[in-house]
């Protein structure tokens, strides 16, 4: 902290009495000083920020905070009050009070100025020297590290300079809880995320470790309280998607692992996590790409080879863009059902509609879905760069999706564009730029240069080539039939099933999804396939327990009523618990299962315009009957296999669960 504090940027008789009062006197320190360049400006940020959260911490402590583009430098000011001033926290007033001021653009600087303080301020040896300095250089040393706390304590009594007593040191529990902050999530965001967060919550518990998960999901999310992540000794990121706002949890040991880890291993992550806290592994994290270019990952941790970050940033792309697929997919297939395939012809319903003719809401629920669906590559490029460089990347990222649709380079296209939007971004924010102009880089600068050089790459130079091998790409599809037809159905099972919503899983769902931008007779196939695969291992699984409970525990018998449903709606996470039980049996048989469904779709040619719905949506299958047929011989093949691989255990599934008692072993 030697450039953030000096001795006239502290105020040891503050005699504001309430936060606002307390934010001007300290802010008008800092413009004195040359470091804010507005202080109404800036004073609105830090109430800005002041109306989200209360800044207040237990143990009479303040630190209002925000980034703002009125702050030259980073700064931090100290001031202590005689009366105290309220600013929320649970046990009263706070009598040291640290304003912390960010630039805009300097998300890294603000969060680890946070996180550094509030440690030391967990610290109550620090804090009662804070009490008792009666210097204003020597709280400035004492804050910058220079003066040892333990020597001002003995000079005074340590609440001598202040009405509010300091804590009692003897009083503080001698050993505190180890705390983690932890954040999950999966490309949809729908079982991943939380099975993770549950994991890890409940591995927690059992190893008297305090954590805090914020769920990154489909639904949105809550983020963690800046406090909570202050006080936090390390973090867990458990994900297949981009962690959001990751800047927040700059100046912290990360364990950066996906989000099956989460599920399989808890237990291994929280160790990891303290060895890392205990050996001081702090991770450098910036709201952009970290300086080896993975995206402000784990420096040095086993997410930075390339294949890992590259698969990262396409599931990113995909999360964002299922939530587009499932709504306008459903109203395309609900439309077509109402009105006939012809409705995609009508006309526009803004000229023509009809309140009481069936077609004329058939066309309304075409056009909505097919609105809906003409975003699907800018939304996938957008956030592929997203993933890759954050908030300045999804200008020229859409940009890019959007020139994908007008060249005709289709899915490949955007999947292109978004990772040459996010490579441009990255390069640009590489550049070291003089400290005025920070601000305006992220919201101005960035967006307006790679937008140019997306366009550029897009237009001239890569989009005829991409658009050429969309094309061949497509004709491919519509001339497979026979025994090729029958490889790709196989494929795409196997990979279905293969991690059950994992990054395979996602990977042949998202070439389905691609081709119903515009569809054609091979890429209903193939989203019929990969419709009628996903489905298998749930309803494998339910079958499995309802003709062999035995071989499996109490959970996993009530796990697989669930599972019924699950599978009849498309959702392949239902099979998830029975895999991480037993991997080795599960994950082999309802592989095979899905890809015998796979290859029997293909080869009966069936055809599906959804791209949701399981069941629900068999009306608007082509061939329906016979796509049923290719699920139940899957789920029967899988379930036997299932059935026959776990009758080789040599103890039973409650027995071997039993606590206290050792695991039997059990026949390969």
């Known amino acids: 902290m030697s450039e953030l504090i000096t001795a006239e940027l502290v105020d040891l008789d503050l005699s504001a009495e309430t936060k606002n009062d307390a934010a001007r006197s300290l802010a008008e320190r800092m413009v004195a000083a040359g470091r804010v360049t507005d202080l109404d400006g800036f004073l609105a940020d830090v109430a800005a920020r002041e109306a989200q959260m209360p800044t207040g911490l237990d143990g009479g402590i303040g630190i209002p905070h925000c980034r703002s583009e009125h702050v030259a430098v980073p700064t931090l000011a100290f001031g202590r009050s005689g009366r105290g001033i309220d600013f929320g926290a649970a046990d009263g007033p706070a009598d040291l009070i640290f304003l912390i001021a960010a630039p805009a653009g300097a998300d890294d600087a603000h969060l680890t100025i946070l996180s550094g303080l509030a440690r030391r301020l967990t610290d109550p040896e620090f804090t009662a020297a804070l009490r008792a300095e009666r210097d204003s250089a020597g709280a400035a040393a004492l804050i910058r590290g220079e003066r040892d706390p333990a020597s001002v304590v003995s000079d005074a009594a340590p609440s001598a300079a202040s009405g509010v007593p300091s804590p009692d040191v003897s009083d503080t529990a001698p050993d505190e809880p180890f705390r983690i902050v932890a954040v999950t999530s999966c490309p949809t965001g729908i079982a991943h995320t939380y099975m993770a967060a549950e994991a890890l919550e409940s591995a927690a518990r059992s190893e008297g470790v305090e954590i805090s998960v914020e769920t990154q999901g489909s639904a949105g999310f809550d983020r963690l309280d800046p406090a909570v992540i202050a006080s936090a000794d390390a973090v867990i990121w458990a994900h297949d998607v981009e962690v959001r706002e990751k800047a927040r949890f700059a100046g912290k040991p990360v364990v950066d692992v996906g989000v099956k880890a989460g599920i399989s291993r808890p237990g291994e992550l929280i160790a990891e996590a303290r060895g890392k806290a205990e050996r001081g592994e702090i991770t450098a994290l910036a709201e952009g790409p970290a300086p080896d270019g993975s995206g402000g990952g784990a420096a040095g941790g086993d997410r930075t080879h390339i294949g890992v970050r590259l698969r990262t940033y396409l599931m990113s792309g995909v999360s964002y863009m299922v939530p587009f697929v499932a709504a ?14 012809e409705i995609a012809g009508a006309k526009s319903v803004a000229d023509h509609f009809v309140w009481g003719e069936a077609d004329s809401w058939a066309a309304l629920l075409n056009q909505i879905g097919s609105a809906a669906f003409g975003f699907l590559v800018p939304v996938l490029a957008g956030y592929i760069a997203y993933g890759m460089a954050d908030r300045p990347a999804l200008v020229p990222g859409f940009v890019g999706g959007a020139i994908a649709l007008t060249i005709d380079a289709g899915f490949l296209g955007g999947l292109v564009a978004g990772l040459l939007a996010g490579a441009v971004v990255m390069a640009i924010q590489r550049v070291k730029v003089h400290p005025t102009l920070r601000g305006i880089m992220p919201v101005l600068v960035i967006p307006l240069l790679a937008s140019i050089a997306v366009g550029f790459l897009m237009f001239i130079v890569v989009g005829k080539p991409i658009a050429s091998l969309q094309n061949a790409l497509t004709d491919w599809l519509n001339g497979l039939s026979g025994s ?177 008692k050792p695991k039997a072993s059990v026949a390969a």
């Open 328 to 341: 306008g997919g459903l109203l395309i297939a609900l439309s077509f059902a109402i009105g006939g395939y």
């Open 484 to 660: 090729n037809a029958v490889i790709l159905g196989v494929v795409l099972g196997l990979m279905m099933c293969f991690d059950m919503g994992g990054p395979l899983n996602k990977v042949a769902y998202a070439f389905a999804v691609g081709g119903l931008a515009d569809p054609t007779s091979g890429s209903l196939k193939v989203m019929a396939a990969v419709m009628a695969a996903g489905m298998v291992p749930p309803l494998a699984l339910a079958l499995a327990t309802t003709v062999r409970g035995r071989l499996f525990t109490h959970t996993e018998r009530e796990n697989g009523r669930a599972a019924w449903v699950l599978g009849a709606s498309f959702i392949t996470e239902g099979a998830i618990p029975f895999a991480a039980a037993d991997p080795l049996r599960v994950i082999p048989s309802v592989m095979a299962g899905g890809a015998v469904t796979g290859a029997l779709s293909m080869a009966f040619g069936c055809t599906l315009r959804a791209p949701h719905g399981g069941i629900f949506v068999v009306p608007l299958i082509g061939e329906p009957f016979l796509y049923l047929l290719a699920i139940a011989v899957g789920t029967a093949v899988s379930a036997a296999l299932v059935v026959v691989l776990k009758g080789t255990r040599r103890t039973s599934p409650e027995a071997a669960a039993a606590p206290g």
